[in-house]
């Protein structure tokens, strides 16, 4: 991943030669890599050049894609309301025609099991593609630097635009920069708010200057992270902050899918005419334009192999094929391969095939099947949902008539978006009876908390406890119902 390097001594800016200290070997020069060298070394401007190809074409596609359902969904009404909703203050969340509550915090672990074999599968077949095309870090990075290229310029504009002394122009452009990312930033921000509070309401509060301390708070923050992540510190975050760049080495192994360069047909590299016969002169089809550099948006140089800052976004592919339509060479020098395929184990042709290997199939296997399980537990899902609360002030008591009664309270959850009527029954004691007002009327969406009493004959049962069981089942659909289990207590 690194190749180690010797910190040279250093030369003296005015004799040219080595400096005094190094002469005197006082001091030998320590011995460092190349790694603990970057740790210490100040952060080097990149300036990505634009580039265009088949992954880049993907990686707009994905862009537009996500950003679409991010910004759109807060909007999209549904069923009188916002189609996606997660109100923490009443503890629902909304998804389309679905209302999730606390007890279905099930749902959640099994999404979130989905997404990480699902990431452990996209990284053993073909390397970082969620970093490299679906990465929130990645996406609002391409959209600030599109916007970067539109106001400033390509890479040479860039670059020459911030070697300049300060003038208006240069004012101009940088303020009409960031007051873009800015706005980017904040609308980012506004929506990511907008699915905790409603989006109209969130809207009417902004206009009015009334928005609270929280959403206040939370539209900054996050509208601040995305400046600051996606504007200035770009590829800091991928190197030194997100986690998944330094475990990614565990889930490859040698016949992942990786961006390579082919030293076998490029090298030795080194610069030539388009009609020069580089096969005679003893080159390889590498003509040394660190264009893949250049294009890069970590700055990596991808002939050095695979280093773990390499996002897998292909720029440098499609900057390299355009160098080779343009000298006429076949494409290829910079693509996606594997390990084993470089070496030489198996031609390009047999990659497909060894992408179904047994971790793989494992890997898909284990996800099928959590897949199924998730979407059979929704499909099945009863939206009604009971607890029992039995009175323990009094265990039992005694009625006017004689009988024995006990007193309990039923919280019952519709999780549906329409009121229900339930009929409440009871079992377990022969003779026992209910007293309760039927229907019991439960609006949408409310859980709603009903008094029962339970009597029988005191020569029904003997002393002590007895397990019975409520039966609640909607009036007008006999399958949504469930049973929950209590006692009751005879003295």
């Known amino acids: ?17 080595l400096s005094s200290s190094a002469r005197s070997g006082a001091a030998a020069a320590p011995i460092v890599s190349a790694a603990e060298a970057d740790l210490y070394e100040v952060r080097r401007e990149i300036y990505p050049r634009a580039v265009h190809g088949w992954f880049a074409n993907w990686r707009v596609a994905l862009v537009l894609f996500t950003q679409i359902i991010y910004y759109g969904l807060a909007w999209l009404p549904w069923n009188g309301r916002q189609a996606v909703l997660f109100d923490l203050a009443a503890r629902k969340f909304y998804i389309f025609g679905l209302v999730l509550w606390p007890q279905d915090f099930i749902f959640l672990t099994m999404l979130l099991i989905i ?11 073909a390397g970082r593609l969620w970093c490299g095309y679906a990465c929130p870090q990645t996406v609002y990075t391409e959209m600030f630097m ?13 670059m020459k635009l911030d070697g300049q002394a300060s003038n208006l122009r240069k004012i101009g452009l940088k303020t009409a920069k960031h007051a873009v990312w800015v706005a980017i930033a904040l609308w980012t921000g506004f929506t990511f708010v907008g699915y905790f509070t409603p989006i109209k309401t969130l809207t009417s509060e902004v206009m009015d200057l009334a928005l609270g301390p929280w959403e206040l708070f939370w539209i900054l923050f996050y509208g601040f992270a995305t400046y600051g992540n996606a504007g200035w510190m770009r590829e800091q975050v991928c190197k030194y902050m997100c986690p998944y760049a330094r475990f990614q080495g565990v889930m490859f192994d040698s016949d992942t899918l990786v961006i390579t360069y082919d030293e076998r047909v490029g090298e030795p590299r080194g610069s030539r005419s388009k009609s020069a016969d580089y096969k005679a002169a003893g080159l390889g089809t590498c003509v040394d334009c660190d264009i893949c550099v250049q294009v890069c948006p970590t700055g990596i140089d991808i002939r050095n192999g695979l280093q773990y800052e390499c996002i897998g976004c292909a720029a440098c592919i499609d900057g390299c094929d ?30 497909a095939r060894h992408v179904l290997r047994t971790r793989t199939l494992v890997y898909s296997a284990i996800l099928l099947a959590i897949v199924i399980a998730f979407f059979a537990q929704l499909y099945l899902r009863v939206p009604l949902k009971v607890d029992v609360i039995r009175d323990r002030a009094t265990l039992t008591r005694e009625t006017n008539d004689g009988l024995l009664e006990n007193v309990y309270r039923l919280q019952i959850m519709n999780t549906t978006e329409q009121p229900r009527e339930f009929v409440i029954t009871a079992s ?32 029904a049962a003997t002393r002590g406890s007895h397990p019975i069981r409520f039966h609640i089942e909607d009036r007008a659909d006999a399958r949504i119902r469930t049973d929950e289990k209590s006692v009751f207590y005879v003295r």
């Not at 991943?1 to 030669?17: E, H, I, K, Q």
């Not at 074999?117 to 077949?125: K, Y």
């Not at 160098?323 to 990659?351: F, H, Q, W």
């Not at 003779?431 to 008094?451: D, E, F, K, S, Y």
């Open 1 to 17: 991943m690194f190749t180690g390097c010797l910190l040279s001594p250093r030369n003296d800016p005015v004799t040219g030669g």
């Open 322 to 351: 355009q160098v080779m339509d343009k000298m006429g060479y076949p494409r290829g020098l910079i693509r996606y391969t594997t390990e084993n395929a470089v070496r030489g184990s198996y031609s390009d042709r047999d990659i």
């Open 146 to 158: 599109w916007v970067e290229r539109k106001i400033e310029g390509d890479r040479m504009a860039r």
């Open 428 to 459: 377990g004691i022969e003779g026992l009876r209910l007293v309760a007002a039927q229907p019991v009327v439960v609006p949408a969406a409310t859980t709603l908390m009903v008094p029962i009493a339970l009597r029988i004959d005191p020569a």
């Open 115 to 125: 997404s990480a074999l699902s990431l452990f599968l996209f990284t053993a077949i």
